[in-house]
């Protein structure tokens, strides 16, 4: 495709947007990559290309093997802590600026959308930063703040200070339900919106991935960002070839002149 192909693109979508009463944004791990954080379905340096998800990111993986999923974790999170939000978060951002309290969902677990200084963000796979009792023994869910616990990390995770059971990532795993508020809400936003932006995601785990195709059965015209084909391509109205944080200012600034 030849970049003129692309820069009308760009300046459709721009137009789109410009005439836009409710935007939404939905992204997925390839917006958060041009930090430094990995994909998980990338062929050559995503997270499943090494690593098993049925090992690592369910909750049978992590009754049989605690430590194994605590210290995987462990390992993410410090290299989520130390990313910076890029141009794409920034430009997404920026989009806020024109449309207050514009809705974006996401199923990253890092906060670089809220570092960028997007304020209505709906995380549908929860958060990495935070941990919490394996059986939400104070209710769904019991946050643990584990920097005011002391154990030994040989063992694994950290005991509950409740039941002491063990403590684990707030993250939404395999096989398990997304928090029922954030689903509500992504799904209102999506059925709402006149426009969606797909930015970033493979569009292959549901439901996340079933919310373009919410929003297009209610009218929302699809605008997506991704370098490669992904499962949303089909249904997009409109597809941009490119990382996130090439793409994304390249479209604030076509919205702006
Ligand atoms: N900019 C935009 N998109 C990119 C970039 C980039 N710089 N680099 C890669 N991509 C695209 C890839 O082409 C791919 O379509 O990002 C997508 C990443 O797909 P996945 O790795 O499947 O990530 P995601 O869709 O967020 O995964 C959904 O799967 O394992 C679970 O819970 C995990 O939330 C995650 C869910």
């Not at 992204?27 to 930090?35: C, F, I, L, N, P």
């Not at 990495?128 to 584990?146: M, Y």
Request: with cysteine; proline share 7%.
């Amino acid at each position: 495709m030849s970049d003129d192909t692309q820069a009308a693109r760009i300046q459709q979508a721009a137009e789109r947007l410009r005439n836009s009463r409710k935007p939404v944004v939905l992204t997925g791990a390839g917006v958060s990559k041009e930090s430094g954080v990995p994909t998980f379905r990338d062929a050559v340096d995503g997270l499943w290309a090494q690593y098993d998800p049925s090992q690592l990111a369910t909750p049978t993986a992590f009754m049989n093997n605690p430590k194994l999923v605590w210290d995987w974790y462990e390992y993410r999170r410090s290299m989520i802590s130390v990313a910076r939000p890029n141009l794409g978060h920034r430009a997404l951002a920026d989009l806020e600026q024109r449309f207050p309290h514009l809705p974006l969902i996401t199923q990253n677990v890092d906060d670089l959308h809220e570092q960028a200084g997007s304020t209505n963000v709906i995380h549908l796979h929860g958060n990495i930063a935070q941990s919490k009792c394996f059986f939400n023994c104070q209710g769904d869910p019991t946050l643990i703040d584990v920097s005011t616990l002391t154990w030994d990390k040989e063992n694994g995770p950290p005991a509950c200070p409740h039941c002491g059971r063990w403590v684990r990532p707030n993250v939404v795993w395999f096989g398990e339900i997304l928090p029922a508020d954030q689903l509500q809400a992504a799904t209102i936003a999506s059925r709402q919106a006149d426009i969606m932006l797909v930015v970033g995601t493979s569009g292959l785990v549901t439901p996340a991935a079933s919310l373009p195709g919410i929003a297009r059965s209610a009218g929302a015209f699809i605008i997506e960002i991704n370098p490669d084909y992904s499962a949303i391509t089909r249904i997009a109205d409109i597809k941009l070839d490119g990382p996130s944080g090439e793409v994304m200012p390249h479209l604030l600034a076509a919205l702006d002149s």
